[in-house]
């Protein structure tokens, strides 16, 4: 039986897994304690529960418990890690490397960074969405301190390769930072194999509760030191001082460890539903394209344009589907995705794209019920299109003198 | 964002979808918008050249569900008006009607372009014609 509205939007959030729900519940009543309280049971119990938490969410991505610092969420993991980086290491260098299609949150800290006088490098993609490694190297002086590069891509599933990214950074001597909020416990990401240096991660993406992230700080080769942006009480380790979210850190942990449990099958069960999608979408739908490469790509992304058909009014017409898209009217900003501009792909087929995202809970039915309805308003929304009736006239756009609007 | 009923019903609805012979005299065509801006409205007219009223209207619209919901609504204005009439037509008119948000005020004031686009194309052509037929 399905269940409306259906949800595909599980780049946004992830609805909380109950198995997580259950782990946290004792952490909001009978064990309410303050994990910093060192002189009675109350602050024991917490302090363990942190502690088991934090070994959960370091064994998921090859860390040792003590390189996990515990947050809010991924945007401030990421402004930790960059203004950190750039506060302390300001004796060596000024300068930082990150990409046109990083989140908001490593974007405008790096802008903030650029008021406070240091140098930001934003390189562009590649029509696939992936940063030209040789760009990197070049862009790399011995100014640089930090790149910033994200493991998969938020809208667009894309996977930059971070073990070359690594080799280089290290082979440059510069640290690297990834924004992994949309790998973690999505695809295996091993901070060891891959050489990271600094990792954003949050708990809502991967099935666990809100307000809570965490940041992998390396201890060792190197060891990794960040200036503090949050002053107070010195809570972990001096890097981020607050009275620790312990019901939160609780389900981040519990979170990670069911992702470590379930990523081998539910990954290919996601790229299989995801698949299904994209092929019945493309076997009734001419004119559809596929933003990002498909080579290197989260298992549960698509995001995809159905030319000659804008997003919103698309999303309006499979109103029981919840999915998001980039088009410039269902942003606050009224402008297109820039992801999706930084592929220079042109910005009407920003306005008709759709983002997917397949989650843990998406079953089949669902999937058939989305690729029906989405083909059926699509080619209604065809049929309405001033565009899609001049490209079947044998008009190209692209010559089309369009009005100043 | 909420959308009023009225958008919806048009959107669901619309009015008056298709196209006229661009190349008939009677048929003025407006294409106003660019795909790079979201929003490309195609409105045409058929006016009754004796009388001076505009007695079949069309739309076709790439945009957003209140960019379809104006041109559908304009079409429905423009019927059985005079082609002077149709031209004091609003945009304030279109979002009153619809209760359009701020935000999507653009899609008025794109419905209006279109309207005085199809108007003026009408004109242009039988502007011409009335000439042609007079030195003839």
Known sequence: MLKFPIYLDNHATTPLDPRVLEAMMPYFLESFGNAASRNHAFGWVAEEAVEKARKQVAELIGATAKEIVFTSGATESNNLAIKGVAEMYSQKGNHIITAATEHKAVLDTCKRLEKRGCRVTYLPVQADGLIDLDMLKEAITDKTVLVSIMYGNNEIGTLQDIPAIAGICRERGVLLHTDATQAVGKIPVNVLADNIDLMSLSGHKMYGPKGVGALYVRRKNPRVQLTAQMDGGGHERGMRSGTLNVPGIVGLGKAAELANQLMAGESAQHRALRDRLKDKLMAELDEVYINGTMERRLPHNLNISFAYVEGESLLMGINDIAVSSGSACTSATLEPSYVLKALGAGDDLAHSSIRFGIGRFTTEEEIDYTAAKVIDVVKKLRELSPLYEMVKEGIDLTKVEWPAH | ?136
């Open chain 2, 1 to 136: 964002m909420a959308y009023s009923d009225k958008v919806l019903d048009h959107y669901n609805h619309p009015r008056n979808v298709g196209s006229l012979d661009k190349q008939d005299p009677q048929v003025g065509t407006g294409l106003v918008g660019a795909p790079e801006c979201g929003d490309v409205m195609k409105l045409q007219i058929k006016v009754n050249p004796a009388t001076g009223i505009i007695e079949d209207a069309k739309f076709k619209t790439f945009g957003c569900g209140s960019a379809i919901a104006s041109s559908s609504l304009a079409t429905e204005m423009l019927k059985g008006r005079t082609v002077d009439e149709a031209l004091a037509i609003k945009n304030t008119e279109i979002v009153n009607e619809l209760s359009l948000p701020p935000v999507k005020i653009h899609c008025s004031v794109l419905a209006e372009d279109a309207i005085k686009a199809a108007i003026s194309d009408y004109k242009t052509k039988n502007g011409v014609a009335a000439e042609t037929a007079q030195t003839a």
